[in-house]
């Protein structure tokens, strides 16, 4: 943690402030919990009644607004307050370990310089790893894995053989990168395992969250896009590509041979079934079950999951179903009478 | 294991025999399983019928009813029978390692006494534990983590840098408490990383199942509130309070910024979005996925989840929506000739 | 690898060849990414198109099509296309560590021959282990555990004290056997752990998946039936039975007390509620939420699941509630104008 003035905070993002640009700053913190000497920021618009009477010493906004504190105008606040938090706290510093006595590296293990390697990590054979890396207790890095420069692996994090990790990858404690797909042959009712000789590629600046499990392809390679984010206890089928640039949020499930564009959105337990193409730029609403091929820039809710716009209406209308049901039968009932009358 | 007579077991959960009060009883099983010599209960009315034949040497009811059994009468048949367990068969004896000589620990982490800390655990620098805790192998506690009295971590367990953890808190196998916060600041397409400065509290008496992910907060801390009970694989995001005494079963995933008071319930694969707010005492049947705030005593289910009345009926006629449509069609057809002959 | 021509390979799995029989075959691929020298197949329709200019030295397949590539005709082309990919590529050699010494085995521990005992793996007091087994880093083996033959342990997989494994049982990273089931006895408002005294038994061929969570029975065992197939972060609640050879997809749900049959299939984020029974031969759609009892051999899909004839027209409908809400009021407002003109 270092202390800097609003106003360098301001010149360090391209903002401006308005209000006191001489005061001390320490660190960060929320909208209602903020004291004097800590900034705060407003994204979104249900805070904004907090942002009157915050105690905060400065808060990052897009546009002035009435506030007891100081402002730092900014064209995109949560850019803004990444850039500031990074300034104040820094990212995590790791414990200089250097090659732990009580790690186990294999002697035909190629490690970059400056690594960390912790107690109970193991390298296996010809595994190839870049420099700075951190490795914690527990971390497992299969015999023929490749590792580029800077990437973090946390406690108990798996890499199952012959995967390629690129570089500034993180992953997240437990989470496994390679283990077999679920793919069995049955024949006269009983399950014969299919060798999974693909593997997984994690593209650069690719990080994959806690307790994630990403299958290595039955034949092909399972892909995750340089920079795409995943949240934790997400599963990824055998032979999936996740494009670029997509974030897909805690409890997703993506089954296999799926293709997937960039800059994918995918909210909290969506479900993707197998052997569909997702576009470009696609938003899935949490909770949804995609069942058919999506294209470029669509936003998609529900299950099966339609276009949002539609489901957000449609799926309000089911808590309707019984009074509809009554009226239909009630209409049924005056139309007997109305058609008797008829004939 | 130890023997004790059913006029012992009564005494000691304040119940009452209807039989034979000498008889011996050694441990508890199943209703359909249970035989002489065993204790058994009854709290779920399906298993009523099963009652009657059990071969069980006594049953444990809440009033009196027809069995071959002698039975012993409780107020609360699932506690008296919990504590009768407890009696009978004990929690789990753990291994006492002492602090192995196989596991790693900082020499600026501080033990409380009778610790076992076990091969291949980790305790990281500035780590304070408390007395009486067993810490499994391959289990890590990070630097600056303070650990309560009486806690278990079970293998492969987690705990990043800087937690809380109270007195009697149990984390199962692969559990991470702590790591990163799903947050990103999206710039120009690309995603860049967060420093989540928040901690995990977990007060006393917590449980957290196996392979949960609990992230830490990006500014506030996350926090599972005393006495709450955590099934495997719930996922819960950054800054998220969950209150005290609260139950939420396996694969439950709650996202960032909720707030959520005491005594509630959440059915296995429960959705709960971001930024919201759970009353006490709410009850949300399984899979539901919740997008609204939800008031005190509230009861709900379904996606979107509703009032859990209304959502079981109209849930439920989903099935008959084509019968509903084909109706409308037949009546707008019908309409139609009524309305032309009217016109 | 190996290589042979087309000719042994349909000799091997009792298929014939349309084609060049003398053909060498070094590996197999994809049907897009096959090249010469390269052995495919189809067994999904979507994929009849790709058949004709595969660039693949040969393909598997049901019958005679139209193809640049050789074809090897067999009944059931997925199982000889995993048979060729077994003789062709062979199943994970496992790095031959034997009993590591910085693996910790306790002294009333049995092993059976020929195991490798990886780095920083643990068998716990009287722990018994069959011949054959690979227990890679990591991996946690309990007191009192039994493990069969020919069993493979990858990293961090934690089997608890007293479960019990057949033979050729695979349980991949980072996966919970045996922890402790959501059992708690609320008394007052308070939520009282009850010991679990029953175990897991995982029987002959199982194989589960990376991150699994397999809870231990309250009284009664957990058991996960010979040839079941657990796919990646998947739920089994305490007591529960899944019968032989069940297929459950990865993210699926089981609640406690539940009874399975044989042959069951259950698509990805499957739930199941606790103490119901499903049949033998049921196939239950992906993200189904199943709360009732299931016949044999019915296939069900949506929440609440329902036949999967049904399912799959009403879930659809929900698109068009809004229409059909709009049209009933029409309906109502035409028939008051008629209404009123019949009285």
Redesign the interface.
Known sequence: MQTKTLGELAKHVGGEVVGDAAMQIHS???LD?AGPGQI?FLS?K?YVPLVKDTQAGAVITAEKMDSRASLLIAE?P??A??QI??LL????QH?QTGV?S?A?VSSTAKLGSDCNI???A?I??NAVIGKNCQV???A?I??NVTVGDDCIL???A?I??GCVIGNRV?V???A?IG??G?G????Q???????Q?GKVVLEDDV?I?????I?RGT??DTVIGK?S?I???V?I?H?TKIGP?C?L???V?V?GSVTMGH?CVLG??V?V?G?IKIGNLVKIG??A?V?NDVPDGATIV???A?DAN??K??????????E??K??KE??R??E???S??E
């Open positions: 960060a913190s929320t919990k705060t979104n249900k995109d949560y850019y307050f990444m938090v990074v706290h820094g990212h995590r414990p732990s009580h186990f912790h107690p109970f193991t296996g054979e914690y207790p527990g497992f299969g015999p946390y406690p108990n798996v199952y053989d993180i997240q404690s437990s496994s283990q077999d679920f069995f042959a049955t024949h009712g009983v399950h014969h395992k299919i060798p000789i990080e969250g806690s307790g994630c499990a299958e034949l092909d920079g984010k949240g934790d206890l599963a089928g032979g640039y974030l949020v805690p409890q499930g089954a800059h909290g337990q479900g079934v052997h949490a909770k079950g069942v529900g299950t099966p339609i539609k489901a209406r449609a799926y309000s209308l089911i808590e309707y179903l019984p509809m049901r009226k239909i209409l049924e005056r139309m009478k109305t058609g009358a008829d």
